[in-house]
């Protein structure tokens, strides 16, 4: 099979995460498979996943991508081409492909972005989406837009979500202790998770926290993402209280979440929601916004708060950090939700997407 591997210049992120974790599945379920993975310049080979060569992505932007791989792709005659970025070449790649669509918040809000990006918007993305055989989605979210936005049939899409390493899970005090005191947290703060962008909404958050009575510490986890400056700008006014942490090692990311009383995701839109899943597979309560595909994930294991409204997400805030028994409750339902994603259920159903293709 040959694979896109573009998400993986960008490894902490979504498609970067979503990438690694479902070759490496993927590989296990069949070990009897061979990928061929392309890397884009400048991306670092990953642990390589079982079954998978990694190539180089001829480095032209436009001609190599479009024109010179797909024609790569076509002399190797894989079985099928799968696009975890969610697009495929212009060209034919010369066999059946599978793409995954995460979200398509650029076409609700374009303001939510960098620049333009109209080849992307207008060409890539709809002529992906018009010529892959099966289109995975990875939530009931994402594949509604896929079907209201582009007028695909339900019959074209497999619905798949994304699972949760086992690497977020409870952890003991003694190792919790040893981390709060190497990583200098606070005894109780609230945890914001992602890339600090117009999308995340992360002013809701600045608000709701400015107005709590018994403020505990907010830390933010991210990098600066874009149009981020007056966010940067209300962070300085707001003052001591709020600490932001970029480039945390990813292996220290299951501890901060431990460490958090709540984690508190007040995104206009996801199409998924890691944050969320890896806080509740740690036993931390959730808070998050009511759009997109954000109730869908947490359910009834987290509290759901409108996006708009910073005195409902103050009020939120109080009763987790405040009341004991409501945080145990959550952190139960969390773990129990928690539990129903996996990598290796999604690799199964990813398998069966492929398969659909071929046949």
């Known amino acids: 099979m040959a694979v896109d591997g573009s998400g993986l210049k960008r490894p902490r992120a979504g498609i970067g995460i979503y990438t690694k974790e479902i070759l490496h599945a993927m590989g296990v379920e069949r070990p009897d498979c061979r990928f061929t993975v392309y890397l884009p310049p400048g991306a670092q080979q990953p642990d390589p996943a079982p079954g998978a060569a990694y190539r180089p992505l001829p480095g032209a932007r436009f001609i190599g991508r479009h024109v010179q791989w ?61 010529h892959a055989d099966v289109i995975v989605a990875v939530s009931n979210n994402t594949a509604r837009d896929i079907e209201d936005l582009f007028g695909v049939p339900p019959s074209r899409i497999e619905v798949v979500p994304h699972g949760v390493s086992s690497r977020f899970r409870p952890m003991g005090g003694e190792d919790l202790a040893i981390a709060r005191a190497r990583l200098n947290l606070p005894e109780r703060f609230i945890l914001f998770v992602g890339t600090v962008e117009p999308r ?41 209280g709020i600490r932001h942490i970029e480039g945390l090692d990813p292996a220290d990311l299951p501890a901060v979440y431990n460490l958090a009383r709540v984690l508190a995701h007040p995104a206009w839109y996801e199409g998924f929601g890691f944050p969320p899943l890896e806080a509740m597979a740690c036993g931390t309560p959730v808070v998050v916004s009511d759009r997109s595909s954000l109730p869908e994930l947490v359910a009834d294991a987290g509290l759901i708060v409108p996006a708009d409204d910073p005195e409902a997400w103050r009020k939120a805030l109080e009763m987790v950090v405040g009341d004991p028994d409501l945080a145990a409750s959550l952190k139960r339902r969390g773990i129990l939700r928690a539990a129903q994603f996996s990598w290796s259920r999604s690799a199964d159903l990813t398998w069966r997407a492929v398969e659909r293709a071929i046949a």
Request: with cysteine; charged share 20%; net charge positive.
């Open 70 to 130: 797909p024609a790569r792709i076509r002399r190797l005659r894989p079985d099928a081409y799968f696009g975890p970025a969610g697009s495929m070449p212009l060209r034919s790649v010369g066999c059946p492909a599978v793409i995954t669509i995460h979200d398509l918040a650029i076409y609700y809000n374009s303001s939510w972005f960098p620049g333009r990006q109209p080849l992307s918007t207008r060409v890539v993305v709809p002529r992906s989406l018009a």
């Open 200 to 240: 995340k909404n992360l002013v809701t958050l600045l608000d709701a926290w400015a107005m709590l009575r018994d403020r505990p510490d907010l830390v933010i986890v991210g990098a600066w993402g874009w149009l981020y400056e007056a966010i940067q700008e209300r962070i300085r006014r707001l003052g001591p």
